[in-house]
Structures are given as C-alpha cells and as structure tokens.
Nanobody, 124 residues
Framework: QVQLVESGGGLVQTGGSLKLACALSGGTFSRYAMGWFRQAPGKEREFVSTISWSGETTYYADSVKGRFAISRDNAKNTVYLQMNSLKPEDTAVYYC?????????????????WGQGTQVTVSS
C-alpha cells in the first residue's frame, strides 16, 4: 500500500523560507510523477508544482514561479519543495501527490495517492 508522508511545514515570517519533504513508501518511487498542491481555508485545492519521474522536467504555478523549487531524490524515495520569499498568501495546507506515469501533471484528478498535508503559515 502506497503511503505519502509530508514534513517540514511550520510558521515563518514574510520573506522567509521553508523546505517541505514528502516520503513515499510501499511503491517504487522512481515510477511516480510527483506533485505539490495546496489548499487555503475556504478555497479549492490548487496546483503548486510537479516533477517527472526522472526529475528532468518540472512545472510551476505562476504564483510560485521563481520562488519555489521542486526536486526529488529517488534513492531516498523523497520529493522536496523549497519555498523562498514566502508571502502571507502562501499560507495553506500543502499536500504532496503521486501517480505512476512519465508525464508531469497539474490536475489533481490525475494523482492516485495523496499525503495527509502539512501546514504552512506565513505571518505578515
């Protein structure tokens, strides 16, 4: 059974940085394209970033482009999201997700597996 567990969330001031991690167990991590999504209170879940199985292809939402960086370590079964220059509007629960496939994906419905989420709060 595939499980995803996020870590690294917390409280940070505007302009600060956080690095999220998401570890996959119960599956062959290198077969999975991975994504990060977020959901703020009262809002729908939105796409943040995605990375291909090899790590060679990445894609970002316009709202985080240039500030966030997604990466993966297939030897550690882990995907990361480095978040810099954080803004109050980045406050949300961040979820990682995975599906077996070669292509990156920005649509939540493509993903088969989801983590429980980690809270990121950016104070102004």
């Amino acid at each position: 059974q595939v499980q995803l567990v996020e870590s690294g969330g917390g409280l940070v001031q505007t302009g600060g940085s956080l690095k999220l991690a998401c570890a996959l167990s119960g599956g062959t991590f290198s077969r999975y394209a991975m994504g990060w999504f977020r959901q703020a209170p009262g809002k729908e879940r939105e796409f943040v970033s995605t990375i291909s199985w090899s790590g060679e292809t990445t894609y970002y939402a316009d709202s985080v482009k240039g500030r966030f960086a997604i990466s993966r370590d297939n030897a550690k079964n882990t995907v990361y999201l480095q978040m810099n220059s954080l803004k109050p509007e980045d406050t949300a629960v961040y979820y990682c997700a995975g599906y077996v496939g070669l292509a990156i994906a920005a649509i939540p419905g493509v993903y088969d597996y989801w983590g429980q989420g980690t809270q990121v709060t950016v104070s102004s």
